[in-house]
């Protein structure tokens, strides 16, 4: 079935640096997946970062991006200058064909920020 | 904004104990999941909903029953808890099959 690889935490970044998690899925189906980026800040539930459903696009917020490569089946977030508020924990996530809504999350990636 | 509750937000239960996790959302959404989290995983999909009355098996089901009385709520029960099953568990609810999925802050729940 589908598996989710990502960046093993806690990554620890200085406020205003650049950080890169690194998100790659497997290749299952020949059917593209939808991919996302959730969050979950301390004591909160997950929220929607960012999704993406078409390989070559990029979505971006917050300052924070990722693109959808189809060919290295990775989708990378970014952000070129955290600040201590982006400390929390990172989940890539995808759905595919008609399980498009049973997502596959990997690990969660802890990011502290320092300031 | 979307809102989904969880009660309780802490359980803590013996082994071969009954436990029933309740999740309630007021957004409308026809779609409703149950997902644990473990240290070193993901999180995983236990059952979900697509309305109420209806119920759908996820990729990690058993030791777990769950049942969607209403559009707005759905319930995971333990019936015979085991300590495997301490874990953090979330629910989630999404407007659309594979559309953003709105998540609740999460139970935990230890087994002793």
């Known amino acids: 079935g589908d598996s989710v690889t990502q960046t093993e935490g806690p990554v620890t970044v200085s406020e205003s640096e650049s950080l890169i998690i690194n998100c790659t899925y497997s290749a299952t189906s020949i059917a593209y997946p939808n991919l996302f980026w959730y969050v979950r800040y301390p004591g909160e539930g997950l929220q929607l970062l960012l999704k993406?459903?078409?390989?070559?696009q990029k979505g971006s917020s917050r300052g924070f991006e990722a693109t959808y490569n189809k060919e290295t089946t990775s989708f990378h977030l970014q952000k070129a200058s955290v600040q201590e508020s982006d400390s929390a924990v990172y989940y890539c996530a995808l759905g595919r064909g008609s399980a498009l809504g049973r997502l596959h999350f990997g690990a969660g990636t802890q990011l502290i920020v320092i300031p | 904004e979307a809102a989904v509750t969880q009660s309780p937000r802490n359980k803590v239960t013996v082994t071969g104990g009954n436990v029933t996790l309740s999740c309630r959302q007021t957004?409308?959404?026809?779609?409703m999941y149950w997902y644990r989290q473990d240290t070193g995983h993901g999180l995983r999909l236990i059952h979900y909903?697509?309305?109420?009355?209806?119920?759908q098996i996820g990729d990690v089901p058993d030791g777990y029953k769950a049942t969607r009385t209403t559009q707005e709520d759905f319930f995971l029960l333990l019936e015979l808890a085991s300590p495997s099953q301490t874990s953090l568990y979330f629910c989630?609810?999404?407007?659309?099959?594979?559309?953003?999925?709105?998540f609740g802050p999460g139970t935990r729940l230890t087994v002793l």
């Open positions: 989630a609810s999404s407007g659309d099959w594979g559309g953003e999925q709105y």
């Open positions: 993406v459903i078409t390989a070559g």
């Open positions: 909903s697509y309305g109420a009355g209806n119920l």
């Open positions: 957004n409308s959404h026809n779609y």
